[in-house]
């Protein structure tokens, strides 16, 4: 019964280290999409795990918590999305997080952040989010 016990916990341990696989390639949007595009693209990409992309629509800033996100969220369903001024977009999501990932700044469930970023030559990067 112990080594059961001891068992299942290195078990959901080691899955909680590595990655979860990814389910789908998603395209990083051209250079003329918009903020609401591109928001679109990574929240798709974190859901998919595909953390390359994830990473390409996100500025230096804001790479440590795009690495978090598409490391701890099993899944993540947008529900809504809403520019609200240059650079600043709300996104709705649902996210459930893998076992212990959750680190208390989103809860489970519906959901509202606002992701800001920024324009360079290779489109909308996201800089930073916050609860909005």
Avoid: K
Avoid at 26 to 44: C, F, G, W
Avoid at 91 to 112: K, L, N, T
């Amino acid at each position: 019964m112990t080594l059961a016990v001891v068992a299942a916990v290195v078990v959901t341990g080691m899955a909680q280290v590595f990655p979860l696989p990814r389910t789908a390639d998603v395209a990083v949007p051209p250079p003329e999409a918009t903020a609401e595009d591109v928001v679109r693209a990574y929240l798709t990409a974190v859901d998919a795990h595909d953390c390359a992309t994830a990473q390409e629509l996100t500025a230096l800033p804001f790479a440590t918590t795009t690495e978090t996100m598409c490391h701890d969220a099993a899944s993540l369903e947008i529900t809504d999305l809403e520019t609200v001024g240059t650079g600043a977009v709300n996104a709705g999501f649902d996210v459930d997080w893998r076992f212990f990932a959750d680190d208390g700044s989103i809860p489970e469930g519906g959901y509202w952040w606002t992701y800001f970023l920024t324009r360079d030559a290779d489109g909308w990067r996201i800089t930073d989010a916050g609860n909005g």
